[in-house]
């Protein structure tokens, strides 16, 4: 299966740790990539590979990944973080980027 | 700075056409793969096509085979996508982003989409 599952929310309290997961066949293959989307805006990338952040990415945002599953970890959690949350990895061929994640909702209490 | 920006968006009546462009300007366009990628109002990122460096490869998502085209004209640094025998359903809001990958080991990449522009919105409906 192409599909790459996410819990719908979850929510985490101001300074505290949350971490959403994502699932699928592709992830035995292929290492995810997260994007952060904030309402009206365009996605950001905040984690690709085995656990790299792009320049400007908060130290608080960490990944991983074991078998099928992929983890997007945001320690110390702030207000700006809550958002909605993708992940995606590549298509089984190598050629494109496949689907999408269905989407986590982070809200910060 | 690194910018992608999108253009072209509308409102167009189902079967119509309409085509997107993106302007790329900050980084070598030339040297990366480039994709579109839509989100239909309310609901989740869809990748919708990809094309590579020089053009010679392209690749689709099933639901607009046939329908959509992606192009690029390197010389103007500009990515495009031509819509055909639109739907209701493919109204959206259209991102153009930059695909780059990085070598971890001999035969291995970290495939990720690293610039996206702000989007532009289509919306398809009588």
């Known amino acids: 299966s192409s599909e790459l599952t996410q819990d719908p929310a979850v929510s985490v309290a101001l300074g505290q740790t949350v971490r959403i997961t994502c699932q699928g066949d592709?992830?035995?293959?292929?290492?995810a990539s997260w994007y952060q989307q904030k309402p009206g805006q365009a996605p950001v990338l905040v984690i690709y590979?085995?656990?790299n952040r792009p320049s400007g990415i908060p130290d608080r945002f960490s990944g991983s990944s074991s078998g099928n599953t992929a983890s997007l970890t945001i320690t110390g959690a702030q207000a700006e973080d809550e958002a909605d949350y993708y992940c995606?990895?590549?298509?089984?061929?190598?050629?494109?980027?496949?689907?999408f994640g269905t989407g986590t909702k982070v809200t910060v209490l | 700075e690194v910018q992608l920006v999108e253009s072209g968006g509308g409102l167009v009546q189902p079967g119509g056409s309409l085509r997107l462009s993106c302007a790329a300007s900050?980084?070598?366009?030339?040297?990366?793969?480039m994709s579109w990628v839509r989100q239909a109002p309310g609901k989740g990122l869809e990748w919708v096509a990809n094309?590579?460096?020089?053009?010679?490869?392209?690749y689709y998502v099933d639901s607009v085979k046939g329908r959509f085209t992606i192009s690029r004209d390197n010389a103007k640094n500009s990515l495009y996508l031509q819509m055909n025998s639109l739907r209701a359903e493919d109204t959206a809001v259209y991102y153009c982003?930059?695909?780059?990958?990085?070598?971890?080991?001999?035969?291995?990449?970290?495939?990720?989409?690293?610039?996206w522009g702000k989007g532009t919105t289509v919306t398809v409906s009588s």
């Open positions: 592709s992830l035995r293959s292929y290492y």
């Open positions: 590979g085995k656990n």
């Open positions: 995606n990895s590549r298509d089984s061929s190598g050629n494109h980027p496949g689907v």
């Open positions: 094309i590579k460096q020089d053009g010679s490869e392209k």
């Open positions: 982003a930059r695909e780059s990958r990085e070598q971890w080991l001999v035969v291995h990449y970290y495939y990720y989409m690293d610039v």
């Open positions: 900050g980084f070598t366009f030339s040297s990366y793969w």
